[in-house]
């Protein structure tokens, strides 16, 4: 075997953590030894959502490199060490602390910095930048005594860092150069259009202004003078304009430098050294920088393929790009310029919507050449299809930005693309990798997602990537049918509407009415859970027996021998000594085995259906109530002791957890709902990995929704920060009745997020902004539900005719005897089938 | 000649749902269907979850064959032959009457 050689890769930002990640997935990792720098405190993270740093997700949050990824990898990771030069002579890299790693091949991923204008007072206090989470950190800092700031540059980046200014409360100002805004990838039209929009916003644009200095202010810290002889007074100064390739090491190194910066790589991502690569902002491709992450990405593909062995190039990048700047969709795809000779121009502008969209096209109309869309970016998918893969233009190519006045759909379907047609820029997958994942199996969104990679950069082709898999499984034969069951033709989500508009209250009304057959379990369980969530009625009414699921049925639930488990509500776990007491008295008097719960509660297990009574009498009478862990419906919300007594706390998370339990206990929905609530973003009740999880901040509490432990665990979604307790009841509220309505069949709030076309926004949407003008009605709902709420053992209890159903025989007292206890660590367990064999005379019959 | 042991009380039974009976020593599911006003037994030994739970399993039909899906792991077992819909498994299946306000049962032949 040969000696491994060794890869240094300069740089741990987006594209060199990508470049990374492919490695060790490639068969080239078995070759090499790979050590990286990383000048940054902190490995790789999200720089593209860098503006979220202020509306509450933290450093953390926007990390992109799982944690362990260097030592399961074995990868040496110099944290905080900047790679000074490469002494090619003696081919070691030479680091600002000293290291010398002597390496066989380099991959140079250094990135950008901010371009600043080296105006005079450029670097004046509180004149920063925007490019690191340091650089946010003193954002931050020097907002707290700022009442205005400016940003200088009104592209891409400029919009982001006047965004971020907005979420601090500064009153904002962009100042730009060029007469338009993002003028790079806008046409005049779309910049105004974009311009209106944010103006709207509140924030000030200032467009055709060259700044000549910054010197003191009279009302505020800085003055900015421009050559027009205006002036904007501003505590604060961001200067984003532009960014400018880090190519200092290829300069230390004697790499070719581009005349404009940039280290000249060829279509190999070679540098002038055949042992030096460079991948990213940092290269120079075609006298091109690119300043997007799928083009780094697709560099960092192409230099792993280069260590494979494998012919691979890269041939230049698609720079279309489709963001949301400031809450405005404004997408640019190609020739948006129409720079091309020849080119025919279409534009549709709606002034009441705020609508602009203009598509250039071929001078024989046969081609889309680019597009600007701003205010509404619905069509990049479609457009953007049209444009790589040279599809050719229905004859009237303005019906492609018309709004469509019939059903007659203009869009591209997904069929018409051939298999080469690139679905997901960010990670490059195409049409024919998503089909093949299809057939291979994978044939759900989420699913389909995590095989091949696809839209899980930005997610900007979700609905597209959904659409290929709707036509595909209807390719290959699978009718896309989203019936519930063979009994009704419909969805939970309109069998949940029917419920609602025809005040349906049983499930044999809705059988009868919209349904056939007998209905089976899956349509029974499903409406039970819809009646129970929208009337509230006692689940063990005789006219709702037939739809209680195995747990609901008896109030408990059914272990692998037949055998309930019994698990009373504590309520955010706080328990006094007396109730532990209490439970463990009732344990030791029936003989069950006992165990603290995930959700910090303790379960009693191996009751049978006679016993069940009598053991939730003594509960009651202990003050205990039903913790509904039989139903799908809230479970638990967990919380940590909070600032009662930790000395961290920041807000007193056992009464938040307490008062939220006791609001939405009994309620039932499409799969079990739980909650936590941490007391500070140390984060000890794992909220954040709870359907609704809520942390204490010190200027409120922070909410997120729609995470998951469990089998496919998913970091839930900040979804609002610094939230009052009323605000944050009113919006858990709303979230929780937006599930119960929408949601399909069991499926928990983390499948029912990644499902949801619009995702975070659109939820956002519906519960902050009302866009669906229904939230006065959730709330109702939830206030409904909350004074209907009764605990189901206190009313089975009091009625002889229900509690005649707990018996194992209808005609007997006995107890099955099919169950077999043995004794283990103290403590009953069911007896495996060998004990069995040894322990019952009496078998239940198998063949009669 | 049919022997017809007398189980329980038309009122035992609930509507769409199963109870359990203990008849000669042997455990049995009934299941009564109000809607069309039929009952239906067999044995509440699930052969797949190995327990006595069949009776306390949703009820319905799976193309028309009337059916109750185990509690423990949902596989349907017809209410007219016993058989699993998924797999090679069968329990015992009874004929059932309701006579002068009891249910009755007949061993299976």
Redesign the interface.
Known sequence: MSVKKTLVVIGNGMVGQNFLETLVTSSAYADYQVVTFCEEPRVAYDRVHLSEFFSGKSADDLSLVESGFFDKNNITLHLGDRALRIDRDNKQVVSQKGEKIAYDKVVIASGSYPFVPPMPGHDREGCLVYRTIEDLEAITKAAKNAKTGAVVGGGLLGLEAAKALTDLGLDTHVVEFAPRLMAVQLDEGGAAMLRSKIEALGVTIHTSKNTQKIVDGEHARHKMCFADGEELETDLILFSAGIRPRDDIAQESFLEIGQRGGIVIDNQCLTSDPDIYAIGECALWNNQIFGLVAPGYQMARTVVAQLEEKEAAFLGADMSTKLKLMGVDVASIGDAHAKTQGALIYTYQDGSSEIYKRIVVSADKKNLLGAVLVGDSSGYGTLLQYCLNGIELPENPDALILPSRSDESVGLGPDALPASAQICSCHDVSKGQVCEAITAGYQDIGALKSETKAATGCGGCTALLKSVLDCELDKLGFEVNTDICEHFPHTRQDLYNLVMVDEIKTFDELLTSHGRGRGCEVCRQAVGSILASYWNEYVLEKQHLGVQDTNDVYLANMQKDGTYSIVPRVTGGEISPDMLIALGEVGKKYGLYTKITGGQRIDLFGAQINQLPAIWDELIVAGFESGHAYGKSLRTVKSCVGSTWCRFGIDDSVSLAIELENRYKGLRAPHKIKMAVSGCTRECAEAQGKDIGVIATEHGWNLYVCGNGGMKPRHADLFATNLDKETLIKYIDRVLIFYVRTADRLQRTSVWMENMEGGLDYLKSVVIDDRLNICTQLEQQMDYVIETYQCEWKTTLESPEHLKRFRHFVNSDQLDEGVVFVEERGQVRPANEQEREQLVTFRPMEDA | MTQWID??SFD??????G????VN???VA?FY?P?EDKIFAI?N?D?I?????LS?????????E??V?S??Y?QHFSLRSGQCLEQDDQV?CYSVRLYDGRVQLAE?T
């Open positions: 189980v329980c035992d039974l609930e509507p769409n749902s109870v359990c009976a203990l020593n042997q455990q009934i269907f809607n044995g030994y052969p979850g190995k327990a006595n739970v306390r399993g949703m009820v319905g039909d799976i193309k028309g009337p059916v899906a509690p423990l949902k015992p299976p």
